[in-house]
């Protein structure tokens, strides 16, 4: 079983560029998320999705997109990359609140 | 808007010494969640707080619910180094379907 799987762990990009991290649960998960960790700040929510084909706005949805077209997917882009999203990226899915379970995150630098 | 501080951010500590770290959390919510992070690493899920007055424990650690308050405590007896990590607090904010958390407690335990 093997949970909440995110692609890339690494990535390093040059401001402009665009990239997509991808998130897949096998879980059957109806809700899904993504976070940011900063240092010192915890994780701030993006986006999130409560089921297949919707997607809603987190705390810090600014220069992010989302799309989660199947149940067990759900993708975050990023269109143009700032240096200010350097950070690690976690996703998240639950049934509903009752504990989310993480991905092992994507460390993104933005030169 | 749903804000969760937790007190201490930073804690070093003794071996075999208590210690209590603080979640307090602004709205309405009768359900919390206690995380463990080790360093470079992805969230463990340690407690999931679900009515006034909860309390869970599991080895040295004891998380309390105090939903009037807004308060909940992690409580930590007798340490040990193996539980050096960064312990988060969550709250769940059903009103916007999902979960906040507070910036982190970074514990050292030295010997």
């Known amino acids: 079983n093997a949970g909440v799987t995110q692609t890339p762990k690494f990535r390093v990009l040059k401001t402009g560029q665009s990239m997509t991290l991808l998130c897949a649960q096998d879980?059957?998960?109806?809700?899904m998320y993504w976070y940011r960790q900063d240092p010192g700040m915890g994780l701030r929510l993006i986006h999130y999705?409560?089921?297949?084909?919707?997607?809603a706005k987190g705390e810090v949805p600014d220069g992010y997109n989302v799309s989660r077209l199947k149940k067990q997917n759900f993708l975050l882009g990023l269109e143009s990359a700032a240096p200010s999203q350097t950070s690690v990226y976690f996703c998240?899915?639950?049934?509903?609140?009752?504990?989310?379970?993480f991905g092992s995150g994507t460390r993104l630098t933005v030169v | 808007e749903l804000k969760v501080e937790q007190n201490p951010l930073f804690l070093s500590m003794q071996e075999g010494k208590n210690y209590t770290i603080y979640c307090n959390y602004s709205?309405?919510?009768?359900?919390l969640y206690w995380y463990r992070q080790d360093p470079g690493k992805s969230l463990e899920s340690l407690f999931v707080?679900?009515?006034?007055?909860a309390v869970k424990q599991e080895g040295r650690l004891m998380a309390s619910l105090d939903t009037k308050a807004r308060l909940s405590t992690l409580h930590i007896t007798a340490a040990v180094h193996d539980l050096s990590a960064t312990y988060f607090c969550?709250?769940?904010?059903?009103?916007?379907?999902?979960?906040?958390f507070g910036a982190g407690t970074s514990l050292t335990v030295k010997p």
């Open positions: 879980m059957n998960h109806e809700y």
């Open positions: 707080l679900l009515s006034n007055g």
């Open positions: 999705s409560v089921g297949e084909g919707t997607t």
């Open positions: 709205t309405t919510s009768d359900r």
């Open positions: 998240a899915s639950s049934r509903r609140t009752y504990g989310y379970t």
């Open positions: 969550a709250v769940d904010w059903r009103d916007n379907n999902d979960m906040r």
